[in-house]
């Protein structure tokens, strides 16, 4: 019997080194094909890296206030590069510290990193991508890419980081980050930010103040040391622990830097007239065209005044929040219509929304001086008696306030007062069409409707109209057109516009002796009328008080001579407040304001001065006798009992 032959022969084993070899091999060439095709897939389109140190920038403009402090500045604002070797040791390890710690080890992206960022992704998907980027890969979004978060936008950033780890040096990479980054308000890299937070060049950077600046990486906005100094301040805190823990500081070098105090730069600190910087900043454009250099805007605004604006009407909004006070503008003007307060909202920061010159809301009997001005032109005196008594002019029937009717009073009476039933007759009686004519006239430019409502401030208009249509009453009757801008020229000196080439012979818009009358009258209101909470004591004063349908909107609008001031409140969803009238909450935001302005701005009394008006025809000295009683003691349509200035009687409001 034969033997079996041999069977097939087995595969010798592989030692574990060769397995190693082996599988190491395999997946190389997968990972060179792997990197082909991302390479492949990635980099079609990648961006141009020839312009790698160009600077493209939008020219800065920088606000200058009427005595030439800096107001804001706005655009962009980089410095020269500076470099590394000038900054203080601690700067670019603060930066380190708490952006990439593993900076100086890893190829431009760090594998940890980057796994740790998907894991969260997934964890939180339709949220933002958290991509784990080290400051190579910031660096080459900041040169080259959009900050569009996806993927296709982190691959490319992967493989730019790489193109700059072979091409520059650690050094060099860090010394680009810092003098490109972009750490809010404006201000791209590290120079330009000390300047503008600091007031002083990056080379005198304190540890406190660069532990400041390497924290606001995480979002210049959020971390700003001007609008979230808090938050601000625990990002710090967490940088500088960042920088113990990897051995850049000692613990004794961070508690000193707790220790010393971090100052932001005033300007920017106080951030005073955003809302002013903001609507200047529209114009400059339409006045001197498209900036092609850093420019400087001498403006009309009056730092300390505008500050104590500011105060005063977050102040007043403050005490009305009881009574559903949310929001509130006021624009102060001079004579000549130079804007030197204008604030137009409570807080910048929470809502940017302009209420000085964008938002439209009805006068309220704000709006009556006009109406009366066209009666006074055409003939009628403040001591001409008329009727608080019902009336109908088409389907329309006014009241009063209290629903109830006082009978003959003078006209100057009836305005003090804020009589409905007066007005909405003299309005009927003078033309409507007269009446808008006269409020044009003066500066106001929103949409006048005639009808017979429009008597009791049925008409939208903005605080800034207000004030500049009520500057002829100050200033002796000529037209003050509110304006922001004086001067606009080159960071080298150019003049480009100048206000005082452009105006144009000032216009006389109130003559006599309508002027004299209708300053008589609106004194009338502060001294004995709605307006009472809004007396300045030692200043000769006069306004008049608005208040809307249902309390949406409440005025003052007052002036001594050649200062004009304009104040809203109300809510900017238009809801009703809590019977706030203009004689309460606006007129004390108006005095507090006035309180501090005037005797900075050395007020003058207003011009023009008094006019006696001819006797009234079969006129009643007792019956004027009795209506002067009533008056002082209170009671009548237009408002409450009378009462001291902190107690002012409450206005009509229009039906």
């Known amino acids: 019997m034969a033997k079996p032959g041999p069977g ?56 200058l206030d009427r005595s030439g402090a800096m107001v804001a500045v706005r655009g962009s604002q980089y410095a020269p590069p500076i470099d590394l ?61 959009t900050p569009s978060q996806n993927y296709r936008r982190k691959a490319q950033e992967l493989i730019l980081a790489m193109w700059l780890e072979a091409k520059f040096s650690k050094k060099e990479i860090l010394a680009l980050y810092l003098n490109r980054v972009y750490f809010g308000g404006g201000a791209y890299g590290i120079e330009a930010a000390s300047q503008r937070y600091f007031g002083k060049p990056a080379s005198q950077l304190t540890l406190g103040e660069s532990a400041l600046l390497a924290g606001m990486m995480k979002g210049p906005n959020r971390y700003s040391p001007v609008s979230a100094t ?18 850049a500081i000692t613990p004794q070098e961070r508690d000193a830097a707790f220790k010393t105090p971090v100052r932001v730069n005033p300007t920017l600190a106080n951030q005073r007239a955003q809302y002013f910087t903001d609507w200047v900043d529209d114009q400059v454009r339409s006045l001197v065209g498209e900036p092609t250099e850093d420019l400087v805007v001498e403006t009309t605004l009056d730092l300390p005044i505008q500050a104590a604006a500011e105060q005063a009407l977050r102040r007043g909004i403050e005490a009305g929040k009881g009574q559903g006070v949310e929001q509130g503008a006021l624009v102060a003007i001079d004579g000549e219509g130079r804007i030197r307060a204008y604030v137009g909202g409570a807080n910048y920061t929470e809502s940017q929304f ?27 005196t403040p001591s001409d008696m008329v009727v608080d008594e019902p009336i109908k002019i088409g389907n329309w029937s ?28 003299l309005a009927n009686e003078v033309g409507t069409g007269n009446v808008a004519a006269a409020a044009q006239r003066l500066g106001i430019k929103s949409h006048i409707q005639l009808d017979p409502s429009m008597a009791l401030g049925a008409v939208e208009v903005s605080p800034l109209e207000m004030a500049q249509a009520y500057a002829p009453f100050s200033n002796g009757g000529f037209l003050a057109k509110g304006y922001g801008i004086q001067r606009i020229r080159t960071a080298s000196g150019k003049i480009l516009y100048d206000h005082s080439v452009e105006k144009s012979e000032r216009r006389q818009v109130i003559g006599s002796p309508a002027l004299q009358y209708m300053n008589q009258m609106m004194r009338q209101v502060i001294n004995g009328g709605t307006g009472g909470r809004a007396k300045v004591a030692g200043y000769d004063i006069a306004g008049k008080t608005g208040t809307t349908s249902d309390y949406r909107d409440a005025w003052f609008v007052g002036y001594t001579g050649g200062f004009v001031t304009a104040v809203w409140v109300g809510k900017d ?83």
Do not use: C
């Open 8 to 63: 097939p022969r087995r595969p010798a084993q592989r030692t574990p080194l060769q397995a190693l070899l082996y599988w190491t091999a395999v997946l190389g060439v997968w990972g060179l094909i792997f990197v082909a095709a991302f390479f492949a897939v990635f980099a079609v389109d990648l961006p141009d890296t020839s312009k790698l140190y160009d600077v493209e920038r939008q020219p800065s403009i920088s606000y």
């Open 85 to 145: 070797d000038k900054l203080p040791p601690y700067v670019p390890k603060a930066f380190i510290a708490i952006e990439d710690r593993w900076f100086y080890w890893h190829p431009g992206f760090n594998p940890w990193g980057i796994a740790r960022s998907q894991i969260y992704n997934m964890q939180n998907k339709g949220g933002p991508l958290r991509g784990g980027s080290t400051i190579t890969q910031q660096l080459a979004r900041n040169l080259f890419l």
């Open 230 to 247: 808090d938050r601000a301040e625990r990002r710090a805190t967490i940088v500088l622990d960042e920088m113990v823990r990897i051995g």
């Open 354 to 380: 302009d209420r000085a010159t964008t938002a439209r809301r009805q006068a309220g009997s704000a709006f009556k001086p006009f109406v009366y001005l066209a009666a006074m032109e055409a003939g009628r």
């Open 398 to 425: 006014p009241r009063n306030y209290t629903n109830d009717f006082r009978g003959p009073m003078t006209l100057q009476t009836a305005l003090a007062q804020s009589i409905n039933t007066v007005a909405a007759r």
């Open 573 to 655: 969803n238009n809801k009703p407040m809590k019977r706030v009238t203009g004689g309460n909450a606006p007129a004390a935001v108006w005095r507090d304001f006035m309180s501090a302005a005037l005797p900075k701005l050395k007020a003058q009394p207003i011009p023009g001065g008094t006019v006696e008006p001819p006797p009234a025809a079969g006129a009643d000295p007792i019956g004027d006798l009795v209506d002067g009683i009533a008056d002082a003691i209170g009671g009548g349509g237009g408002g409450q009992p009378a009462s001291p200035p902190e107690k002012a009687p409450a206005e009509d409001v229009p039906y």
